[in-house]
């Protein structure tokens, strides 16, 4: 029987989701999270592949505003919800859903597209390269202490009902995004998404609860968590499971860690995604004990390589010229000469000799500036072809700051 890929109508949605949810192993996520992506989902901007009544395949993305190195918010389609159903693997659907997808991308004017990959394998075909990381921890704090810095005992913490704060916390959020790399701008809606609190997802833990950090009566910071108390022969062991944490500068930042750290019968502190070089371990006495580990985050896509390179600013002053490999998306292939600076940069086509050589895969990665292109060439992926154009490049290409995205999609 042949396929055909459409829209998503409204109508479908319930035989779209439950695609995607058996591709992940069948097991049916919460009613208000469904509800959630349902009222969430831009239909025009979703894609299923159909086999007579019978989803076989799903796609979709979100109109997004990521920053970029600069702070510039910059028009992004976050991808998500693919899949494949098992029965239908390796008959071209995946590949024809992506092609149908970036070639609407584009129509829309959008230069980027960003994902994240439940196996990274499989995008990198695609031109999706992994541009930040999450640090996940497990911290001891029975045996690791903090060292603040001064003022953080001036800042009032109080708790509060997460929906009470909720406006002043997303403005504070909405106030961070332009300082780091990788932060999505939350479009209308997604506010929605730092509430949602299904018991299903708990797994013992407490519903959501909120602290927030004022001086002055003004909102400095928050922090939401998740409390499981656990006990075992010696007492007290729970678990507080942060799930995010904003601040406005170090004293809030370090009052809130502190209240987490202090909260009683407790000794272990969940943290599932922060920046990579979160201050938090600049705090702490001991960094073995917190039991660090990092994982690929967000992957980016050039979608169209000029724009979005001018759309972003370079720490040193750049002027090369990059020859880019792009089988997919073709029209990004060939010679083009990027000039910049930290006030702004314009890249157009040229005929001139390249000074380095990368796939829009690798351009991708380095593009928030949390991947270094030195260590690319390292491993064989950028080819220099002028003397000193590498170290040109990545110093021009880094950031100040480790990109980070603060919250799946």
């Known amino acids: 029987m042949t396929t055909e890929m459409r829209e998503l109508r409204q109508e479908d949605w319930d035989e779209y989701y439950g695609t995607l949810e058996l591709a992940f192993g069948g097991v049916a996520e919460a009613r208000e999270e469904q509800e959630l992506w349902n009222a969430l989902t831009e239909f025009d901007r979703f894609f299923g592949t159909w086999e007579g009544e019978s989803c076989v395949g799903t796609t979709g993305s979100f109109s997004f505003r990521l920053s970029?190195?600069?702070?510039?918010?910059?028009?992004?389609?976050?991808?998500?919800?693919?899949?494949?159903?098992a029965t239908h693997r390796r008959r071209g659907i995946l590949t024809s859903m992506m092609r149908r997808q970036l070639d609407d991308v584009r129509a829309k004017g959008e230069c980027l597209a960003v994902l994240t990959a439940s196996e990274p394998v499989i995008y990198g075909r695609f031109g999706y390269?992994?541009?930040?990381?999450a640090t996940k921890a497990d911290i001891d704090t029975a045996r690791v202490r903090l060292t603040v810095p001064a003022g953080t005992d001036d800042v009032v913490l109080r708790y509060a009902k997460p929906a009470d704060v909720h406006e002043a916390c997303e403005a504070l959020y909405a106030?961070?995004?332009s300082e780091r790399p990788g932060m999505l701008a939350r479009q209308p809606g997604w506010d929605r998404l730092g509430l949602l609190d299904p018991e299903s997802e708990r797994n013992g833990a407490s519903p959501l609860q909120c602290v927030v950090a004022e001086r002055d009566g003004e909102l400095v910071g928050y922090a939401r968590f998740h409390v499981k108390p656990e006990w075992d022969a010696a007492g007290p062991n729970g678990t507080v499971r942060l799930r995010d944490l904003e601040a406005e500068d170090p004293a809030a930042y370090a009052a809130l860690w502190q209240f987490l750290f202090g909260i009683d019968l407790t000794s272990t502190i969940d943290v599932h995604n922060r920046p990579t070089d979160d201050a938090v371990f600049q705090l702490v006495s001991d960094v073995r004990r917190c039991r660090m580990q990092v994982k690929d985050s967000l992957h980016v896509r050039l979608v169209e390589v000029g724009a979005a390179l001018a759309a972003r600013t370079y720490r040193t002053p750049v002027n090369l010229v990059l020859d880019v490999e792009d089988a997919f998306c073709p029209w990004n292939a060939g010679r083009w000469r990027l000039t910049g600076d930290l006030k702004g940069a314009t890249c157009e086509r040229t005929d001139d000799d390249a000074d380095?050589?990368?796939?829009?895969?690798?351009?991708?990665?380095?593009?928030?500036?949390?991947?270094?292109?030195?260590?690319?060439?390292?491993?064989?992926r950028v080819r220099q072809l002028r003397p000193g154009a590498l170290a040109e490049a990545t110093t021009a290409f880094g950031s100040d700051v480790a990109p980070w995205l603060p919250h799946g999609f």
């Open 356 to 380: 380095l050589a990368l796939s829009v895969r690798d351009l991708g990665s380095a593009y928030l500036g949390g991947v270094s292109l030195t260590s690319l060439a390292a491993a064989g």
């Open 175 to 177: 106030r961070r995004v």
């Open 129 to 133: 390269g992994a541009a930040t990381f």
């Open 68 to 85: 970029v190195p600069g702070g510039s918010l910059v028009d992004t389609a976050g991808v998500t919800m693919v899949s494949v159903a």
